[in-house]
Nanobody, 125 residues
């Protein structure tokens, strides 16, 4: 059974930092691209960042570039999202995703994908 389990969300003041974790299990993800998406109240889910499991190539949404860093630990089968200089507009439920796509930038093309249950990030201004 494939599982993606997120953790690390919480309440933080604007300008602060959080690190999200996504523990993956249940299959081999070597051909997958791991990613983070988020959904704010009343808005559609949007792409945040992705990383190729093999090779580590990354791709970011413009809104988070320079503030967020995605990484992975192959030994722990875990993907991280380090979020710095958080803003109120970063408030959302953050979801971990594993999918097959042509490239990291093809975040609208998700095949054989899996999703975590989500973790809430709230940034107070």
């Amino acid at each position: 059974q494939v599982q993606l389990v997120e953790s690390g969300g919480g309440l933080v003041q604007a300008g602060g930092s959080l690190r999200l974790s996504c523990a993956a299990s249940g299959r081999t993800f070597s051909n997958y691209i791991m990613g983070w998406f988020r959904q704010a109240p009343g808005k559609e889910r949007e792409f945040v960042a992705r990383i190729r499991w093999n090779g580590g190539r990354t791709y970011y949404a413009d809104s988070v570039k320079g503030r967020f860093t995605i990484s992975r630990d192959n030994a722990k089968n875990t993907v991280y999202l380090q979020m710095n200089n958080l803003k109120s507009e970063d408030t959302a439920v953050y979801y971990c995703n594993a999918a097959i796509s042509p490239t990291e930038a093809d975040h609208d093309t998700l095949r054989d994908d899996y999703w975590g249950q989500g973790t809430q990030v709230t940034v107070s201004s």
